[in-house]
Protein backbone atom coordinates (compact mmCIF):
# COMPACT_ATOMS: atom_id res chain seq x y z
CA UNK A 1 0.00 0.00 0.00
CA UNK A 2 1.16 3.61 -0.82
CA UNK A 3 2.60 5.46 1.86
CA UNK A 4 2.28 9.35 2.59
CA UNK A 5 2.75 11.17 5.45
CA UNK A 6 1.32 14.42 5.70
CA UNK A 7 2.52 15.63 8.72
CA UNK A 8 5.92 15.88 7.28
CA UNK A 9 4.58 18.56 4.74
CA UNK A 10 6.68 22.00 5.11
CA UNK A 11 4.88 25.05 5.63
CA UNK A 12 2.69 26.79 3.24
CA UNK A 13 3.87 29.78 1.59
CA UNK A 14 2.09 32.81 0.04
CA UNK A 15 2.91 32.82 -3.66
CA UNK A 16 1.52 34.10 -6.80
CA UNK A 17 -0.67 31.79 -9.44
CA UNK A 18 -1.34 31.77 -12.84
CA UNK A 19 -3.16 29.29 -14.84
CA UNK A 20 -2.67 29.15 -18.22
CA UNK A 21 -4.59 26.90 -20.37
CA UNK A 22 -5.62 26.19 -24.34
CA UNK A 23 -8.70 27.15 -25.52
CA UNK A 24 -10.81 24.32 -27.18
CA UNK A 25 -8.15 21.78 -26.81
CA UNK A 26 -10.68 18.71 -26.28
CA UNK A 27 -12.03 19.12 -29.50
CA UNK A 28 -8.67 19.97 -31.21
CA UNK A 29 -7.34 16.93 -30.36
CA UNK A 30 -10.38 14.89 -30.86
CA UNK A 31 -9.86 15.71 -34.55
CA UNK A 32 -6.40 15.97 -35.07
CA UNK A 33 -3.78 14.88 -32.45
CA UNK A 34 -1.15 16.20 -34.43
CA UNK A 35 -2.57 19.61 -34.56
CA UNK A 36 -3.28 19.65 -30.91
CA UNK A 37 0.18 18.31 -30.47
CA UNK A 38 1.60 21.53 -32.24
CA UNK A 39 -0.38 23.73 -30.18
CA UNK A 40 0.66 22.36 -27.23
CA UNK A 41 4.30 22.09 -27.61
CA UNK A 42 4.41 25.29 -29.19
CA UNK A 43 2.73 26.83 -25.92
CA UNK A 44 5.34 24.90 -23.47
CA UNK A 45 8.24 26.00 -25.82
CA UNK A 46 7.36 29.56 -25.37
CA UNK A 47 7.02 29.19 -21.81
CA UNK A 48 10.39 27.46 -21.52
CA UNK A 49 12.35 30.01 -24.14
CA UNK A 50 11.17 32.80 -20.81
CA UNK A 51 11.55 30.92 -18.05
CA UNK A 52 14.96 29.92 -19.35
CA UNK A 53 15.95 33.59 -19.63
CA UNK A 54 13.45 35.44 -17.32
CA UNK A 55 15.57 35.11 -13.80
CA UNK A 56 14.05 31.26 -13.31
CA UNK A 57 14.98 31.63 -9.92
CA UNK A 58 11.85 34.09 -9.31
CA UNK A 59 9.39 31.70 -11.49
CA UNK A 60 8.20 28.57 -11.58
CA UNK A 61 6.61 26.62 -14.06
CA UNK A 62 4.71 23.18 -13.63
CA UNK A 63 3.74 22.38 -16.94
CA UNK A 64 0.13 20.46 -17.57
CA UNK A 65 -0.50 19.12 -20.71
CA UNK A 66 -2.34 21.84 -22.49
CA UNK A 67 -1.43 24.57 -19.85
CA UNK A 68 0.71 25.22 -17.05
CA UNK A 69 0.51 26.86 -13.63
CA UNK A 70 2.94 29.17 -13.20
CA UNK A 71 4.17 31.29 -9.65
CA UNK A 72 6.86 33.17 -8.36
CA UNK A 73 6.92 35.25 -5.14
CA UNK A 74 7.37 38.18 -6.56
CA UNK A 75 4.19 39.89 -8.16
CA UNK A 76 5.79 41.97 -10.91
CA UNK A 77 8.33 39.22 -12.01
CA UNK A 78 5.14 36.69 -12.65
CA UNK A 79 3.31 40.04 -14.39
CA UNK A 80 6.45 40.63 -16.80
CA UNK A 81 6.62 36.84 -17.42
CA UNK A 82 2.92 36.81 -18.23
CA UNK A 83 2.45 39.73 -20.79
CA UNK A 84 6.26 38.33 -22.59
CA UNK A 85 3.91 35.29 -23.19
CA UNK A 86 1.70 37.06 -24.30
CA UNK A 87 3.12 38.91 -26.47
CA UNK A 88 5.33 36.32 -27.80
CA UNK A 89 1.81 34.41 -28.42
CA UNK A 90 -0.12 37.34 -30.07
CA UNK A 91 3.00 38.49 -32.41
CA UNK A 92 3.10 34.66 -33.85
CA UNK A 93 -0.52 34.58 -34.43
CA UNK A 94 -0.50 37.42 -36.65
CA UNK A 95 2.00 35.84 -39.19
CA UNK A 96 -0.66 32.55 -38.82
CA UNK A 97 -3.83 31.63 -41.14
CA UNK A 98 -6.57 31.92 -38.74
CA UNK A 99 -7.31 27.96 -39.72
CA UNK A 100 -3.73 27.24 -37.49
CA UNK A 101 -4.74 30.07 -34.84
CA UNK A 102 -4.81 28.71 -31.26
CA UNK A 103 -5.76 31.12 -28.48
CA UNK A 104 -5.20 30.84 -24.30
CA UNK A 105 -6.48 32.52 -21.43
CA UNK A 106 -5.56 32.86 -18.05
CA UNK A 107 -5.93 33.88 -14.40
CA UNK A 108 -3.78 34.73 -11.56
CA UNK A 109 -4.61 34.75 -8.02
CA UNK A 110 -2.33 34.71 -4.45
CA UNK A 111 -2.90 32.48 -1.68
CA UNK A 112 -1.04 29.60 -0.17
CA UNK A 113 1.11 26.86 -1.98
CA UNK A 114 3.52 23.66 -1.36
CA UNK A 115 6.11 23.16 -4.21
CA UNK A 116 6.46 19.48 -4.62
CA UNK A 117 10.50 20.23 -4.06
CA UNK A 118 9.99 20.83 -0.42
CA UNK A 119 8.51 17.87 0.38
CA UNK A 120 11.22 15.46 2.71
CA UNK A 121 11.70 12.46 0.96
CA UNK A 122 10.84 11.04 4.67
CA UNK A 123 7.13 11.62 3.59
CA UNK A 124 7.37 8.91 1.00
CA UNK A 125 10.45 7.20 0.28
CA UNK A 126 9.01 5.89 -2.80
CA UNK A 127 10.04 9.19 -4.08
CA UNK A 128 13.54 9.05 -3.68
CA UNK A 129 13.45 6.06 -6.15
CA UNK A 130 12.03 8.39 -9.14
CA UNK A 131 14.11 11.70 -8.30
CA UNK A 132 12.60 14.51 -9.75
CA UNK A 133 8.74 13.14 -9.90
CA UNK A 134 7.82 15.01 -6.91
CA UNK A 135 9.16 18.61 -8.44
CA UNK A 136 6.37 18.50 -10.69
CA UNK A 137 3.78 18.79 -8.36
CA UNK A 138 2.37 22.00 -6.58
CA UNK A 139 -0.57 22.19 -4.07
CA UNK A 140 -2.19 25.02 -2.43
CA UNK A 141 -5.40 27.10 -2.56
CA UNK A 142 -3.99 29.41 -5.17
CA UNK A 143 -3.52 27.20 -7.97
CA UNK A 144 -7.23 25.99 -7.32
CA UNK A 145 -8.47 29.68 -7.25
CA UNK A 146 -6.31 30.14 -11.03
CA UNK A 147 -7.83 27.01 -12.22
CA UNK A 148 -11.41 28.38 -11.08
CA UNK A 149 -10.73 32.09 -12.44
CA UNK A 150 -9.39 30.88 -16.22
CA UNK A 151 -12.85 30.65 -17.05
CA UNK A 152 -13.54 34.06 -16.65
CA UNK A 153 -11.33 35.59 -18.38
CA UNK A 154 -11.60 36.89 -22.18
CA UNK A 155 -9.88 34.91 -24.70
CA UNK A 156 -6.17 36.14 -25.23
CA UNK A 157 -6.71 37.90 -21.40
CA UNK A 158 -6.00 37.08 -18.35
CA UNK A 159 -8.47 37.31 -15.19
CA UNK A 160 -7.42 38.37 -11.44
CA UNK A 161 -8.92 36.38 -8.93
CA UNK A 162 -10.43 38.40 -5.74
CA UNK A 163 -7.22 37.31 -3.81
CA UNK A 164 -5.17 39.04 -5.56
CA UNK A 165 -7.33 42.50 -4.10
CA UNK A 166 -8.08 44.34 -7.41
CA UNK A 167 -10.80 44.62 -10.16
CA UNK A 168 -10.37 42.31 -13.45
CA UNK A 169 -9.81 45.50 -15.38
CA UNK A 170 -6.82 46.94 -13.45
CA UNK A 171 -4.41 44.44 -15.21
CA UNK A 172 -3.50 43.94 -18.48
CA UNK A 173 -0.90 42.29 -19.75
CA UNK A 174 -0.11 44.92 -23.14
CA UNK A 175 -0.11 47.49 -21.25
CA UNK A 176 3.68 45.92 -19.73
CA UNK A 177 5.51 47.33 -22.82
CA UNK A 178 6.00 44.32 -24.01
CA UNK A 179 3.63 44.95 -27.55
CA UNK A 180 3.60 48.08 -29.48
CA UNK A 181 0.39 49.83 -29.73
CA UNK A 182 0.40 49.06 -33.57
CA UNK A 183 0.68 45.24 -33.32
CA UNK A 184 -1.76 45.21 -30.62
CA UNK A 185 -4.20 47.14 -32.37
CA UNK A 186 -3.44 44.84 -35.50
CA UNK A 187 -4.07 41.84 -33.13
CA UNK A 188 -6.88 42.79 -31.72
CA UNK A 189 -8.27 43.44 -35.20
CA UNK A 190 -7.21 40.12 -36.14
CA UNK A 191 -8.66 38.36 -33.29
CA UNK A 192 -12.37 39.79 -33.61
CA UNK A 193 -12.13 38.56 -37.45
CA UNK A 194 -11.03 35.45 -36.13
CA UNK A 195 -14.58 35.08 -34.25
CA UNK A 196 -16.42 36.26 -37.30
CA UNK A 197 -15.31 33.65 -38.94
CA UNK A 198 -15.73 30.75 -35.62
CA UNK A 199 -19.24 32.25 -35.41
CA UNK A 200 -20.50 31.60 -39.05
CA UNK A 201 -18.66 28.49 -40.34
CA UNK A 202 -16.85 27.31 -37.89
CA UNK A 203 -16.10 25.04 -34.54
CA UNK A 204 -18.63 28.03 -32.78
CA UNK A 205 -21.49 27.90 -35.08
CA UNK A 206 -23.95 26.46 -33.06
CA UNK A 207 -23.00 28.37 -29.89
CA UNK A 208 -26.01 30.03 -28.55
CA UNK A 209 -26.03 33.69 -29.54
CA UNK A 210 -25.65 34.93 -26.07
CA UNK A 211 -22.89 33.18 -25.49
CA UNK A 212 -21.39 34.50 -28.52
CA UNK A 213 -22.68 38.02 -27.14
CA UNK A 214 -20.31 36.71 -23.77
CA UNK A 215 -17.36 36.33 -25.95
CA UNK A 216 -17.51 39.35 -27.78
CA UNK A 217 -18.00 41.36 -24.71
CA UNK A 218 -14.77 39.43 -22.71
CA UNK A 219 -12.56 40.87 -25.77
CA UNK A 220 -14.55 44.45 -25.79
CA UNK A 221 -13.82 44.85 -22.42
CA UNK A 222 -10.29 43.90 -22.08
CA UNK A 223 -8.90 45.01 -25.06
CA UNK A 224 -10.71 48.37 -24.89
CA UNK A 225 -7.52 50.52 -25.46
Known amino acids: MAYFNAELLPDANKEYVCFVDILGMKNTMNKSINQAANYIFKLHATILE ?3 VREPGKISVYPVIDGAYITSKNQAALRK ?3 LM ?3 LSQALLNTPFEHWYLVRA ?3 YGSVIHGRDIPYAASYEFMSNIGYKEH ?3 GEAMVRAYTGEHEAAP ?3 Y ?3 SMGEKYELWKWYREDTISCEELSIFVKRLNEYYDDLFKDGDLKSLPDEKKK ?8 YFKL
Do not use: H
Open 81 to 83: FIA
Open 50 to 52: LWR
Open 137 to 139: LLL
Open 214 to 221: CIRDKIDT
Open 107 to 109: SIA
Open 156 to 158: MGV
Open 86 to 88: YSE
Open 160 to 162: LDE
